[in-house]
């Protein structure tokens, strides 16, 4: 008789020590400007859509081959905060384009590309490697990634809400991919997309980025 008491009092003790498991799992550490506070919250789902987003934003050489020769280009000696693969014989490129309409561009969009051996000064490059896509206007050539004009509840219907704020940006990220949403009443304004060489992704970074 002593024993089944036991027994079942040490499956009531596990039982609630799973539920108490379970229940932490589900307690976010949330800073506010008030200091430390503890929210009940579920944990972010991960969230494919944003994954395969983050991992190839646009199809480069079909977007490069819709342009055509409908753009002016430059060598970069990139930045400290781009993906860098050390490949010798290898640059950075930009591709600037015209946006669909001229009358209301607000700037010129851009792409930085890295480039390495005997190709890497021809326009068509199957080995080239998108380092940031940086985009002010709308754009059907952009596929996916044409979200200027979006709204911030769409890209969290699309994206979810598991991002970062700064200012009147939303910054999602995934390792080493960050995509930067600058919102103007709402409404996706313009954005960055970069490779970057480092995984830990805060403000000082996003400033950098966007100064």
Do not use: W
């Not at 949403?181 to 970057?196: Q, R």
């Amino acid at each position: 008789m002593k024993i089944r008491v036991l027994t079942i009092l040490f499956l009531v003790f596990l039982s609630c020590k799973n539920t108490t498991e379970k229940e932490i799992e589900n307690v976010q550490i949330v800073v506010d400007s008030t200091g430390l506070k503890i929210e009940k919250a579920e944990k972010p789902i991960e969230n494919s859509k944003l994954i395969a987003f983050l991992e190839n934003p646009i199809d480069l050489q079909d977007f490069k081959k819709k342009k055509g020769m409908r753009f002016t280009t430059s060598v970069t000696n990139g930045t400290e905060y781009y993906s860098n693969p050390k490949i010798k014989d290898s640059i950075f490129y930009v591709y600037y384009y015209p946006s669909e309409n001229l009358a209301d561009s607000r700037k010129i969009d851009n792409i930085v590309v890295f480039k390495y051996g005997e190709n890497k000064h021809r326009y068509i490059d199957q080995t080239e490697n998108l380092i940031e896509l940086r985009v002010f206007n709308k754009d059907s050539d952009l596929g996916k990634a044409n979200l200027i004009g979006l709204s911030k509840m769409e890209m969290e219907s699309e994206f979810g809400n598991d991002y970062l704020t700064l200012d009147n940006r939303l910054i999602y990220s995934e390792k080493n991919k960050i995509l930067i949403l600058e919102l103007e009443n709402s409404k996706i304004k313009s954005f960055n997309y970069i490779k970057l060489s480092t995984e830990k992704i805060d403000s000082d970074l996003i400033r950098k980025i966007t100064e």
